[in-house]
């Protein structure tokens, strides 16, 4: 199993190439269910969970071709991907390939809304909590699907699907994904309320849109879906990776240095990019990207809060609590989303760091310095917390279960040691 060693103390200079949203690539992928024309996706990342996913559509009768466009070591590895379900050979997921991505359980939305029936597998995915899929399942009937659980597979089940009216009880940014690809093939009008606002929505909706759907208000909590009897062929770009960004701007806030984010955008994280600054780093957003800077002073503490879009993200808290463990005093990090996200602690602790916790609280204090150890995590954003500690840290650290990262992050010993890190992959 991969490993990437890191030593650490080196501050961070140059540019990183800011890689497709994987959180928005999955969703517009899946929506290419929707039609049997093509769907042609631009700036699709080069990641793990995005050939998980291509596996799994292609179970379902999706055809794809790439135009690979393999730039300069320090460029985007950015894909222009044909996604083409001419026609749907299954509307079976098994637990076999949804257990390994919780996002594909997301099918079950164009599926039905174009095959009449789908059958899924209850999800995996990471480990972060029960994340249960109840939301899905009310709004599908909502929308006039009988839905039936049984051996661990939700099978549902409309002629065709029936606009109306549906209340998130809890903003849910799949269950917003879902509802938003099955309303686009219902027959008459949806309106969702308490939506999901994330970017990655406002990217689905667009997709869509292309496609010839009838959505309005996306990046409101009220979207509006007049239904349509087709979906046609179309051509997407996926958004930057906001989460991406936010990693390696924390990254370089916490080793100090000065680097360019190209092809970020600062609007889809302006809630971090704000919190990142009140830690001490300079943030500038530039035509070109994001620039970061920190230099000199040492790191304040800054207590956050996660929250749905635009809150501060629950997907870089671990990140954040990284940087938090060397701040000049106690900050406190509070989880809201997901009732176990922090399994990252332990693993801190390891390097050195003095984290407490109090509920769905982390009490952060501040230590002067971290030291490199052997580290393990058990999700994606964790893992990535112990590389940007270790990037900080004295001497040499070892990420173990590399395949997390490769599930989320796009070559990203190469993007950090072309800034002057000393990190690497060790196979085997
Ligand atoms: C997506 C992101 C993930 C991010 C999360 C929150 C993708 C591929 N993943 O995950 O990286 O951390 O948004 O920003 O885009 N919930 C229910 N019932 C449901 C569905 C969700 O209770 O039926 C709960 C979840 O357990 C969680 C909360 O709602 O507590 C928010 O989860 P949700 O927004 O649905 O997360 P995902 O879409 O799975």
Redesign the pocket.
């Given at each position: 199993m991969d490993r990437i060693r890191i030593v650490g103390g080196n501050k961070l200079t140059g540019s990183i190439p800011i890689s497709g949203a994987?959180?928005a690539a999955?969703?517009l992928m899946i929506a290419s269910l929707l039609t049997e024309e093509t769907l042609t996706l631009d700036n699709v990342p080069h990641l793990a969970d995005v050939e998980q996913l291509i596996r799994i559509l292609g179970n379902h009768g999706v055809d794809y071709s790439v135009n690979g466009r393999r730039e300069e070591q320090n460029t985007a590895y950015a894909r222009t991907i044909h996604f083409t379900a001419h026609d749907i050979v299954d509307t079976m997921a098994p637990y076999e390939l949804v257990s390994k991505m919780?996002?594909s359980f997301w099918v079950i939305g164009p599926l039905l809304a174009r095959m009449g029936e789908a059958k899924v597998s209850l999800p995996g995915?990471c480990a972060i909590?029960?994340?249960?899929?109840?939301?899905?399942?009310d709004g599908l009937q909502a929308l006039g699907a009988a839905i039936d659980v049984e051996n661990g597979y939700v099978l549902a089940k409309a002629k065709r699907l029936r606009g109306n009216r549906y209340v998130f009880p809890?903003?849910?940014?799949?269950?917003t994904?879902v509802m938003m690809m099955a309303a686009s093939l219902a027959e008459g009008e949806t309106v969702l309320e308490n939506a999901?606002r994330?970017p990655?929505v406002v990217n689905l909706a667009e997709c869509l849109n292309a496609m010839g759907a009838k959505v309005y208000g996306a990046g409101s909590s009220t979207i509006t879906i007049e239904g349509v009897d087709r979906l046609h062929g179309a051509r997407v770009t996926v958004i930057p990776d906001r989460?991406e960004t936010g990693t390696y701007a924390m990254a370089i806030a916490m080793t100090g240095g000065d680097v360019m984010l190209e092809g970020a955008r600062a609007d889809l994280l302006q809630s971090a990019l704000d919190v990142i600054a009140q830690t001490g780093a300079e943030i500038t957003p530039t035509n070109s990207g994001i620039r970061v800077m920190r230099n000199g002073a040492g790191i304040t503490p800054v207590d956050v809060t996660t929250e749905?879009f635009p809150g501060f993200?629950?997907?870089l808290q671990a990140q954040f609590m990284g940087l938090m463990t060397m701040a000049k005093g106690r900050s406190r990090i509070t989880e809201t989303?997901?009732?176990n996200r922090f399994m990252h602690v332990q693993e801190l602790a390891r390097l050195g760091a003095h984290i407490n916790l109090a509920g769905q609280t982390a009490i952060v204090e501040g230590v002067t310095k971290l030291k490199g150890a052997p580290v393990m995590a058990t999700d994606l954003r964790a893992s990535v917390s112990l590389v940007i500690a270790g990037l900080a840290a004295e001497g040499e650290t070892i990420v173990n279960r590399v395949y997390h990262l490769d599930r989320g992050f796009e070559r990203l010993e190469q993007k950090l040691s072309g800034c002057g890190a000393t990190i690497e992959r060790i196979s085997g």
């Open positions: 994987k959180n999955l969703p919780r996002a995915g909590g029960t994340r249960p899929v109840d939301l899905f399942i809890k903003v849910s940014v799949g269950a994904h999901a994330e990655e989460i749905p993200p629950t997907d989303i997901f009732e």
